[in-house]
């Protein structure tokens, strides 16, 4: 079937604008997560969602970075008035959640966000 | 919290020979889930091997089988018989198996060279 798809592949964008990220989970998958990949920092955990259950937003380095989940499904990462360190490869994974069997996340090709 | 580490930024490896990744993991917990992650120049994460905290018994899955410690907290992969294919950057990862948090805790990743 088909996997974690995310979009755009590739975004650059001047400093201070906005951007947004878009993850297609798995399908059947409850819980979807957003990690960061950046060089100075490795793999960050950003945000986590299971179901209709209140987001774990302990991950956002600040107020500019939101997400939101819409359906239950596809997940919208937004990031206000961008900065370079903001470059990075933002990363999504799915996976069936606490209540299935199988926790392993399964992650889409990310996109490389570059803030110039 | 807990963390991942990571000691080898780089390792090297002759096509058809053995070689072994290190991990390490600080952890108060007891209950927990462990795993080796691939990621080749596509950025595509590939889950490679999990392991329970709970079993003693090590994962293995073809030519990738993990050292568990869980006294030590020390995780290791080891590729047997090297193929070019292999070449990426492996992660360590840790998840809680209990609570709320369901995020993957990162090490900061092995460069793994195949050498023909």
């Known amino acids: 079937g088909a996997g974690v798809s995310q979009s755009p592949s590739n975004k650059v964008t001047e400093k201070g604008k906005d951007v947004e990220l878009r993850c297609d989970p798995i399908?059947?998958?409850?819980?979807l997560y957003w990690y960061r990949q950046s060089l100075g920092q490795g793999l960050e955990f950003l945000i986590y969602f299971q179901g209709n259950s209140a987001p774990d937003k302990s991950g956002l380095p600040s107020d500019r970075f939101s997400a939101e989940r819409t359906g239950g499904s596809v997940s919208t990462l937004t990031i206000q008035r961008t900065q370079q360190e903001d470059s990075a490869v933002y990363l999504c994974?799915?996976?069936?959640?606490?209540?299935?069997?199988?926790?392993?996340?399964?992650f889409g090709p990310g996109t490389r966000l570059t803030v110039t | 919290a807990q963390t991942v580490t990571q000691s080898q930024p780089e390792m090297s490896v002759q096509e058809a020979e053995t070689v072994t990744l290190s991990c390490t993991y600080d952890?108060?917990?007891?209950?927990?889930?462990l795993f080796w992650y691939k990621q080749p120049p596509s950025r595509q994460m590939i889950l490679v091997i999990r392991?329970?905290?709970?079993?003693?018994q090590n994962a293995t899955e073809n030519r990738f089988s993990v050292n568990f410690q869980k006294a030590a907290k020390s995780f290791s992969l080891k590729i047997s018989d090297s193929q070019l294919g292999d070449a990426a950057m492996y992660f360590c990862a840790y998840r809680s198996a209990g609570g709320s948090a369901r995020q993957l805790t990162f090490g900061s990743g092995t460069q793994l060279t195949v050498l023909p």
């Open positions: 994974a799915s996976s069936l959640g606490p209540s299935g069997g199988a926790y392993e996340q399964y």
């Open positions: 952890t108060s917990e007891s209950d927990y889930y």
């Open positions: 392991q329970e905290a709970y079993k003693q």
């Open positions: 399908s059947g998958h409850t819980a």
